[in-house]
């Protein structure tokens, strides 16, 4: 019984070891300071930033 109730144990601590890594993670990957948000938000500055050079140019020609 005592073995049984030591692996039920490891088991639960595997799985809140596991849901804290998601959770860190996520964090990270949505963190609009660093993670894939910013980077992305970045990407489309730049390309609103080319679109509307190239426009300006083609107006004043």
């Not at 005592?2 to 964090?27: C, D, H, N, P, T």
């Amino acid at each position: 019984m005592r073995r049984r109730a030591q692996g039920s144990m490891e088991y639960l601590f595997m799985i809140a070891i596991a849901l804290v890594m998601i959770v860190i993670f996520m964090k990270k990957f949505f963190d609009p300071r660093f993670g894939t948000i910013h980077k992305t938000g970045e990407l489309q500055n730049t390309v609103e930033e080319d679109i509307s050079t190239e426009m300006d140019s083609i107006m004043n020609g």
